[in-house]
């Protein structure tokens, strides 16, 4: 039409920027619990979502260690001795761990009884003379039953893991969701993200067939998570500075109950305008 005008308007695609992390960079605390600062902010801009897309863990906590517990085996024989085994601190699969205590419970002198495993199925802690044993952290992860006098025990879905999952927290991150985070479990809390401790494929088996389940060996694996989940941002407030905390099921730090010396990780963040 005569005189009319086609007023063109040039649309911006919201902009996205990356915040990395790396736990080596903290200023204060350890890798399970620490705080970053810098003299400046750490980001800045008008965002409104941030969201974690990817976490490589450097997991280097034995699942055998004096710290969680894990690391004594006790049995009483029948009209003998008793005997408590305590292994090396280190990283150990289930059938690791069984001939490491069959090879002490052996090497023990006045007991009154020799020790083996019967390979199975289903795979056996055995002995010459019927025997208890004492309930401890690791004759929980094996799956023995406590406290029965007998000469076999069936090793029962032993699963040697000191954690299942462990999530990333950082109040000063999740402060504004409003969308809050809900779990099955009685300890809960607004979280990063949550790091499964299981692999991407089919685990290897030991020699008595049991899977070498992710924690057994020390790892270093990249994990992305797509979707991530996305929180609320408020646009007009910096990030300032970071704590970050890693805790187990239970709720507490991973690092009150083992030995985090030589745990390490990094993390990526994506905030986005829109």
Request: glycine share 8%; aromatic share 10%; hydrophobic share 40%.
């Amino acid at each position: 039409m005569s005189g009319d005008r086609i007023q063109r308007v040039q649309i911006r695609q919201p902009a996205t920027a990356n915040l990395m992390v790396d736990s080596a960079d903290r200023t204060s605390g350890s890798a399970d619990s620490f705080t970053i600062q810098k003299n400046n902010s750490i980001l800045n801009g008008f965002f409104h979502r941030i969201a974690t897309t990817e976490v490589v863990l450097d997991w280097n906590v034995p699942n055998i260690q004096a710290t969680y517990g894990s690391n004594t085996f006790t049995v009483a024989v029948t009209g003998g001795g008793t005997a408590t085994i305590v292994l090396p601190e280190g990283f150990y699969t289930v059938a690791e761990t069984l001939d490491a205590i069959v090879a002490g419970l052996n090497a023990t002198s006045g007991i009154g009884a020799t020790f083996s495993i019967v390979a199975g199925p289903p795979v056996a802690l055995t002995s010459t003379v019927a025997f208890t044993v004492t309930a401890t952290t690791l004759s929980n992860m094996l799956g023995v039953e406590p406290s029965v006098a007998a000469a076999r025990f069936v090793i029962i879905k032993p699963d040697l893991r000191i954690y299942k999952y462990i999530d990333f927290l950082s109040p000063q991150l999740t402060y504004n969701q409003d969308l809050k985070d809900g779990t099955t479990s009685s300890k809960d809390s607004n979280s990063l993200c949550r790091w499964y401790f299981a692999w991407g494929q089919t685990p290897d088996l030991d020699t008595y067939g049991f899977p070498i389940l992710q924690g057994y060996t020390q790892f270093v694996e990249r994990r992305l998570f797509n979707p991530p989940k996305q929180i609320r941002w408020e646009n007009n407030m910096p990030v300032g500075q970071l704590s970050f905390q890693l805790v187990g099921p239970d709720g507490q730090l991973i690092g009150k109950e083992t030995d985090v010396t030589f745990l390490d990780w990094l993390m990526t963040l994506q905030v986005s305008e829109d």
